[in-house]
């Protein structure tokens, strides 16, 4: 029966690399994670699969249809164990007949044609329901798409639907979505990350091909780290923020994840660019990325010679995992066979950033979210008299973190207590960027771990907030920078039934997106004997 639904056997959708279980166990101490290691002559580089698409429509190998009707088994196959996706779209059929209708007419195609995108559900989308995982947005339709979204559309690229994530993006586990939580494909008992979730564990599913997110302090690269895909956080006001539901307006940004680097960076090329419905959108030019995605020989050529990394100190300390220390070690080892010269480096006000970030993110959140009162914005809970109208639908349609969030940042922003809060946050905002502007004028880019652990249970972290904001310390003081980031896989540790994947977070300077794309691109091609294709899929495909 299950047969049936199987994705035909030649399309591209199959996994480039297959899971060949676990080798040898390097270091396998009773109570700390081991890191694994892989038979390296048996796994070959990711493809991307943008550009695999491409060719195997153009070369006639596929057609768009196809590629939808597959993708959507494995949808149908795995959304009941994964629930990555709160929608799923009506018109992906149709979306690909159209495509496939212009192969047909030698109609010139966009660069995401056939493309299949999931879109994190804090982003609007013309008439598909786009939620924020909010009861108070249960039944928002958006009249318009958000920019980032009419660009992907513009180019070809098919929305196949809306990902899960945490309510209006707080959290780091995808468990405070208001609708359902979704299971990490590596490990079914487990989190996927979040606030992105649904994103990364649909890419890593292979779901979808790529999709978008939303950063704010993480919510891309953590979840891309807990579920082993690629996620790129692009620099503030690189993307438009039109039509993304404002979490906090300072350090939202729109973000990508793919299977590989090159999916990531396409992506992220689409949807770049100055665009006059967000003025916080950057009038910068958006360098042409894809001639950074060659094919990579050998570590031999030295193929990046002379960049200079620094291995962010404070990062690799007390409280990390040790396996997530050792993987993060590996890889600066791995960085240094390619030519890097590493080095470690300081950034003195590091762990002033969580609590400052904390402090900034719900500030700003219980302005953002005060438009959702029941008349202007979210579900409306009828009642005699106005106040009681606010109170009830934001009491009714709020879950419990988003109303400690606007409670936390009501307080900070309130007359007694802004400067001993609110003030002190953005003066410690003001000494994180001096750090990584003296960082960054020594180094090409700096790297450190994308979070202190591998992906952890379901339920341990749910009743302790201040243990799962913890979990932000290796991202939050990147967004309160403004800096671009990307997470990368770059290793396994013991857990679940294969091992879990950690993730390597490399940090660029302002709008050198392009940097961390070659270096990216070039790391992952070369780091031979790991893949990062979840064992969930060996049942499916
Ligand atoms: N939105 C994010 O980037 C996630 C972060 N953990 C937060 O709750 O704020």
């Known amino acids: 029966m299950l047969s049936t639904l199987h994705p035909p056997r030649s399309l591209t959708l199959l996994p480039l690399r297959r899971f060949h279980g676990p080798k040898t166990i390097v270091s396998a101490a009773s109570t700390s994670p081991a890191t694994t290691t892989f038979d390296a002559a048996s796994v070959s580089p990711p493809q991307s699969q943008i550009l695999n698409t491409r060719r195997s429509l153009l ?29 799923v779209s009506e018109n992906v059929l149709k979306g690909a007949q159209e495509i496939d209708q212009r192969i047909a007419r030698g109609e010139e195609l966009g660069p995401l044609a056939g493309v299949l995108i999931g879109v994190k559900d804090n982003i609007c989308t013309e008439g598909m329901p786009s939620t924020a995982a909010s009861r108070i947005l249960e039944h928002y339709r958006p009249p318009f798409d958000a920019t980032a979204v009419k660009k992907i559309k513009e180019l070809g690229g098919i929305v196949v639907g809306k990902t899960n ?5 707080m959290g780091s586990t995808t468990e405070a979505s208001a ?17 992105s979730g649904g994103s990364a564990a649909a890419v890593a599913a292979r779901q979808c091909m790529v999709s978008l997110g939303s950063d704010t302090g993480g919510s891309v690269r953590q979840p891309a780290s807990f579920c082993g895909v690629v996620g790129l956080k692009p620099t503030y006001g690189r993307v438009s923020r039109f039509g993304l539901m404002a979490y906090a307006s300072s350090l939202d940004v729109i973000g990508c994840f793919g299977s590989t680097v090159a999916d990531a960076g396409m992506l992220l090329h689409a949807i770049s660019g100055y665009d006059k419905f967000d003025s916080t959108s950057s009038k910068q030019d958006v360098p042409e990325f894809e001639s950074q995605f060659l094919s990579v020989d050998s570590l031999e050529s030295k193929p990046l010679k002379g960049v200079k990394v620094g291995v962010i100190r404070e990062t690799i300390e007390e409280g990390v995992d040790s396996g997530v220390r050792s993987a993060t070690q590996e890889a600066a080892s791995h960085l240094e066979a390619l030519g890097c010269v590493v080095t470690e480096v300081s950034l003195p006000s590091f762990s002033l950033g969580l609590p400052a970030y904390y402090v900034i993110a719900s500030s700003e959140s219980s302005s953002n979210l005060s438009r959702y009162d029941g008349v ?9 008299e106005l106040n009681k109208l606010y109170e009830c639908s934001r009491g009714e349609g709020f879950g419990k973190e988003v109303k400690m969030r606007i409670l936390m940042g009501t307080y900070a922003l309130s007359a007694g207590y802004y400067d001993a809060y609110y003030k002190r946050a953005q ?9 990584f502007k003296a960082a960054l004028d020594q180094n090409d880019i700096l790297i450190s771990p994308a979070a202190p652990s591998a992906a952890y249970k379901i339920g341990e972290k749910k009743d302790d ?12 003081n990147v967004n309160l920078a403004g800096l671009p980031a990307i997470v990368l896989p770059c290793g396994l540790v013991e857990g679940g039934p294969s091992g ?5 977070q490399m ?9 961390l794309l070659k270096v990216g691109h070039i790391f992952e091609q070369t780091l031979k004997g790991l893949s990062f294709v979840p064992p969930l899929l060996a049942n499916v495909a």
């Not at 994530?165 to 993006?169: L, P, Q, R, S, T």
């Not at 879990?500 to 390597?504: A, C, E």
């Not at 940090?507 to 940097?515: P, S, T, V």
């Open 165 to 169: 994530m945490d309510e209006f993006g």
């Open 179 to 195: 609708f359902q939580v979704t299971a990490n494909p590596w490990d079914l008992t487990r989190v996927p990350g979040g606030s």
């Open 376 to 384: 202007r914005y979210g579900n409306q809970v009828m009642a005699d």
């Open 427 to 435: 003066q410690v905002r003001t000494l994180i960027r001096k750090d």
């Open 465 to 476: 907030p201040l243990a799962m904001y913890a979990g932000d310390i290796m991202t939050v």
């Open 507 to 515: 940090i660029g300077a302002a709008f050198d997106e392009e940097k």
């Open 500 to 504: 879990l994947p950690v993730g390597l």
């Open 59 to 87: 070369s006639g190998e596929t057609t768009a249809s196809e590629l939808a009707k597959s993708h959507l088994s494995r949808i149908r196959l795995t959304e009941p164990q994964l629930k990555c996706f709160l929608h």
